[in-house]
């Protein structure tokens, strides 16, 4: 109900007309090793479809930081998680991430920010705080439906890994990139 009511009054900044499947959240997260202690950011965690399922599989000392602008979202989010101390949400946009971490100190960012409906100024400022803030080896992971901002994320990212999964509504590619 949360999501509905978000794309109904924000969807420029939503980007989607339904949460993520199952299928599409197994594609995202099935390249990062969560046997460790890691650090996650998620930017743009909508009503936490991906939180949930990376709640499920992480150790009792990693930590999931969340980046997400939508009021009704956010409210949601502080909510749900707020007994699990493995979540912080940061009621700022992805493009603040990097004033919050030191830099080469994030093992993996899970995006499912609309690049596509953004301006090409804050899709870079974005790409250029990930890269900033996520370590060596690190993994930087977004989904979009079309591949329309492939020149940008190539731009910073030179590896760039692709998935697809026909089975979400709609169908999504996904980019694991790499610095
Ligand atoms: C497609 S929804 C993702 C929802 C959820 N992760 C899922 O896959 O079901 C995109 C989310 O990005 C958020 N968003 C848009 N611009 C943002 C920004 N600059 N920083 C952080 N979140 C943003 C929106 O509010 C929305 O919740």
Redesign the pocket.
């Given at each position: 109900m949360t999501?509905l009511k978000?794309v109904f009054s924000?969807y420029r900044?939503?980007?989607?007309i339904?949460?993520?499947s199952r299928f599409?959240?197994k594609k995202m997260i099935s390249p990062m090793d969560l046997a460790h202690d890691i650090h996650i950011v998620?930017?743009?965690?909508?009503?936490?479809?991906?939180t949930d399922a990376l709640l499920k599989r992480i150790t009792p000392d990693s930590q999931i930081s969340i980046?997400?602008?939508?009021p009704l979202?956010i409210k949601k989010l502080q909510l749900k998680y707020k007994g699990d101390d493995r979540v912080v949400v940061y009621s700022?946009?992805?493009?603040e991430s990097v004033k919050f971490f030191e830099p080469e100190s994030i093992d993996y960012i899970l995006s499912?920010?609309?690049f596509g409906l953004?301006g090409e100024p804050?899709v870079f400022r974005?790409l250029g705080s990930a890269k900033h803030i996520l370590k060596e080896h690190g993994k930087f992971i977004q989904?979009q439906y079309f591949l329309q901002n492939k020149k940008h994320i190539h731009h910073i990212f030179p590896q760039v890994k692709y998935k697809f999964t026909l089975l979400n509504l709609p169908p999504a590619f996904v980019y694991v990139c790499k610095k």
């Open positions: 999501f978000s924000n900044t939503v980007g989607a339904s949460p993520s599409l959240y998620e930017f743009g965690a909508g009503s936490g479809t991906f980046f997400e602008i939508d979202f700022v946009g992805a493009e499912s920010l609309p953004m804050l974005i989904f």
